[in-house]
């Protein structure tokens, strides 16, 4: 019998864009479940240097790796670091994600450039890496979100490059099976983190009280959720699943107009009114 609480015991995982957010959420959860965390982050030392002393404080190993994922020398930098160091990787989880929120008349050549290269040729070069590190089968999580689903305003190119994401997801699934790897990505909503922060901090961008309300759930998700999502694809109780998206939004993709706030009664419940 398989102590799921210690699924991670002796396991390595390295995940980019580490220092904050989800990743730095989810070097924590598996640095609890006796994990060592290959901390990635590009600019801020200091956040990276915490996260890698909370996960000591946790009973776990951490480095911290300096790369910016958009330069393939730099991934390969980041891979060599993991080897050097724990000479294996168990889990690969391409979290760093960067795009230039703008009008699609208004991009320029450089913005698609770094959206493709951080978001979709940083997962595809790193995947190759860590499979090659990957001693025993392994697992590969991609961080996507619901732009790859549905449009809105400033999120074209990085919502077509997480629909990339996901597609490049199910055809890794079909082709690293044979070697005992899964591959899937989680498809996070509106999460309350720097990311929504700076997002919703765009000149003329709606406001997010006007937007929490036409969620199901009526609020943002958090990074403990969403890194709960991708432990769980870690697990070996997800050994069955290999190419699928799995959403955490509150059920922000299901819906479509009316909204069920904007009803009245007898179809509005009143405890929307009370909310």
């Known amino acids: 019998m398989i102590d799921e609480s210690r699924f991670a015991e002796g396991k390595v995982a390295l995940i980019t864009g580490s220092s904050r957010g989800i990743g730095r959420a989810l070097s924590l959860a598996l640095a609890d479940r006796g994990s060592s965390v290959v901390v990635n982050y590009r ?44 000479g294996r990787v168990d889990y690969f989880v391409s979290n760093a994600a960067a795009t230039a929120f ?29 499979v090659e590190l990957m001693q025993d ?57 720097d990311s929504s922060d700076f997002f919703y901090g765009v000149d003329g961008m709606a406001p997010i009280e006007n937007v929490l309300p036409k969620i199901p759930k009526q609020r943002m998700g958090s990074v403990a959720e969403v890194a709960d999502a991708i432990r769980y ?15 955490v939004d509150g059920g922000l993709t299901i819906i479509v107009p009316p909204f069920l706030h904007e009803t009245s009664p007898p179809l509005r419940p009143p405890e929307l009114d009370e909310a």
């Open 43 to 86: 600019r801020n030392e200091d956040l990276a240097a915490e996260v890698v002393r909370e996960v000591h404080e946790r009973g776990g190993e951490a480095i911290a790796v300096e790369a910016d994922v958009e330069d393939p020398e730099q991934i390969d930098r980041l891979f060599d670091a993991a080897g050097e160091r724990f």
């Open 137 to 193: 089968g392994g697992r590969i999580v991609a961080v996507s979100s619901y732009g790859s689903l549905h449009v809105y305003p400033t999120y074209a190119a990085l919502g077509s490059a997480k629909a990339a994401l996901e597609a490049w997801v199910r055809y890794m699934a079909m082709e690293l099976a044979h070697r005992g790897v899964n591959v899937n990505a989680v498809n996070g909503g509106i999460i309350e983190s």
């Open 233 to 247: 694809l870690l697990e070996p109780r997800s050994e069955y699943i290999t190419g699928q998206t799995l959403v």
């Open 102 to 130: 703008k009008p699609i008349l208004d991009f320029q050549q450089h913005h698609l450039d770094r959206s493709y290269a951080m978001n979709v040729r940083a997962f595809v070069l790193g995947t190759q890496r860590a």
